[in-house]
């Protein structure tokens, strides 16, 4: 019998992906690490964070570090959500399930997915069966289906099933050149699916994401459609894939509630910004809403609890995490996923710390200066 891994001998995000990677088979290890083309996207994302050093303060009372944030109006305990990332069953059988009850569970924001291998209303049960105090939201991902009578449906099951926001991703109008998933060809494993898509791909059931990205997937959205969203749901829209200042100014102009700023973690445009470097810009150009609750998220490259730091220094609102959720869930499913979230939030602490920030609100941009 194979012991179950003690998750506790994991200190660092980077542990689990040496493992994860070991225990993949190829193509899906492709698919979960891979950025677009060159990949030169993917590298700079992460040398982003190598920019900024933390110029901190001493003798601050730190005795209490306190994560707490406002999102979306309402207090969570940490300012790391879980990225929406498609297909969860090919790390763990258990698959969203196990990473919502995870995330439930550490107090950290779900954000599932359109692309989920489980029905987002089961994710749903999942997660606020382990959301015993209710303190943590879920938000729901939206793909846009060229049938926008599917994708009315998906976000009405959406609401129905309790989803706080719904957020669009905006990056994706067509796929990015992934070379490692053309020459696998990749796809889903037989019996897997696209489970909130299945009446809407008969016929492939062992190849939805090529017949999910090549047929439904619908490159015309354009700000227009956003207005419409907006009068199918009662849930607040964030947009996910802005990386520029006018375009986060379109989003107010279209009725979002906020934005992720984001490159999809390097797997669309290749050559595109860094995550980190156009979040000054789309802050600023968004800087006389923030009072008003517009708030400014960001993903791409988060690997340790000092990059999570630089993110809200840099005033981030909050930062999505993606890859390290799936290495946690290959190596240890619920438990890894667990793991993952309280390395970085343990990270976040101690550096709020070290850096003499007892509160969210004291990361102040003065903390930051250039590498
Ligand atoms: C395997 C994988 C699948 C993804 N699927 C989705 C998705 O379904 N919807 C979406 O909006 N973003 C998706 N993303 C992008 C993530 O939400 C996020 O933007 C990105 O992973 C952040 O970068 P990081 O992995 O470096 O943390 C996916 C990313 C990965 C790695
Ligand atoms: C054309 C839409 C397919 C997106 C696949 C999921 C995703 O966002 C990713 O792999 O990245």
């Given at each position: 019998?194979?012991?179950?891994?003690?998750?506790?001998?994991?200190?660092?995000v980077?542990?689990?992906?040496?493992?994860?990677?070991?225990?993949?088979?190829?193509?899906?290890?492709?698919?979960?690490k891979s950025g677009a083309?060159?990949q030169t996207t993917l590298r700079a994302n992460r040398r982003a964070f190598r920019k900024w050093?933390?110029?901190?303060?001493?003798?601050?009372?730190?005795?209490?570090?306190?994560?707490?944030?406002?999102?979306?109006?309402?207090?969570?305990?940490?300012?790391i959500l879980i990225a929406p990332m498609?297909?969860?069953?090919?790390?763990?059988?258990?698959?969203?399930?196990?990473?919502?009850?995870?995330?439930?569970?550490?107090?950290?924001?779900?954000v599932?997915?359109?692309?989920?291998?489980?029905?987002?209303?089961?994710?749903?049960?999942?997660?606020?069966?382990?959301?015993?105090?209710?303190?943590?939201?879920?938000?729901?991902?939206?793909?846009?289906?060229?049938?926008?009578?599917?994708?009315?449906?998906?976000?009405?099951?959406?609401?129905?099933?309790?989803?706080?926001?719904?957020?669009?991703t905006?990056d994706v109008?067509?796929?990015g050149?992934?070379?490692?998933?053309?020459?696998?060809?990749?796809?889903?494993?037989?019996?897997?699916?696209?489970?909130?898509?299945?009446?809407?791909?008969?016929?492939?059931?062992?190849?939805?994401?090529?017949?999910?990205?090549?047929?439904?997937?619908?490159?015309?959205?354009?700000?227009?459609?956003?207005?419409?969203?907006?009068?199918?749901?009662?849930?607040?829209?964030?947009?996910k894939g802005i990386v520029?200042?006018?375009?986060?100014?379109?989003?107010?102009?279209?009725?979002?509630?906020?934005v992720v700023v984001s490159n999809h973690g390097g797997r669309q445009l290749d050559n595109a910004i860094a995550s980190l470097d156009a979040l000054p810009?789309v802050?600023?150009?968004?800087?006389?809403?923030?009072?008003?609750?517009?708030?400014v998220l960001v993903d791409g490259g988060i690997r340790w609890?000092?990059d999570i730091?630089k993110a809200l220094?840099l005033?981030a609102?909050a930062v999505m995490v993606g890859r390290p959720i799936l290495?946690?869930?290959?190596?240890?499913?619920?438990?890894?996923?667990?793991?993952?979230?309280?390395?970085l939030?343990?990270?976040?602490?101690?550096?709020?710390?070290?850096?003499?920030?007892?509160?969210?609100?004291?990361?102040?941009?003065?903390?930051?200066?250039?590498?």
């Open positions: 019998m194979i012991e179950p891994l003690d998750m506790s001998t994991f200190l660092t980077r542990d689990l992906e040496r493992v994860a990677r070991a225990e993949l088979p190829p193509s899906t290890l492709g698919y979960f083309e060159s050093a933390i110029d901190y303060r001493v003798m601050v009372d730190v005795s209490r570090v306190d994560t707490r944030i406002r999102l979306l109006g309402r207090d969570v305990a940490t300012p498609a297909y969860h069953c090919l790390a763990h059988p258990d698959g969203e399930l196990a990473s919502a009850r995870a995330a439930a569970k550490s107090g950290a924001p779900y599932a997915t359109t692309l989920a291998t489980k029905p987002l209303e089961e994710i749903a049960t999942a997660f606020d069966a382990a959301n015993t105090a209710g303190a943590t939201p879920r938000w729901f991902q939206l793909y846009v289906n060229k049938d926008r009578g599917i994708t009315r449906s998906i976000i009405e099951r959406a609401d129905a099933a309790g989803y706080e926001a719904l957020v669009v905006v109008p067509v796929m050149r992934r070379l490692s998933d053309l020459r696998n060809a990749f796809t889903l494993p037989p019996g897997m699916t696209a489970a909130n898509l299945a009446d809407a791909v008969q016929g492939a059931k062992n190849a939805y994401h090529h017949a999910y990205a090549t047929g439904r997937h619908d490159p015309s959205l354009t700000w227009r459609d956003i207005a419409s969203f907006r009068e199918i749901t009662r849930m607040p829209i964030l947009l520029r200042g006018d375009d986060a100014l379109r989003a107010i102009d279209a009725g979002a509630s906020g810009r802050l600023d150009a968004v800087a006389s809403r923030q009072a008003a609750g517009f708030d609890g000092t730091f220094a005033g609102r290495w946690g869930l290959t190596v240890g499913g619920e438990a890894g996923v667990v793991r993952v979230l309280q390395i939030q343990n990270e976040l602490t101690t550096s709020m710390a070290l850096a003499g920030c007892p509160d969210i609100a004291s990361i102040t941009r003065d903390l930051l200066v250039p590498a």
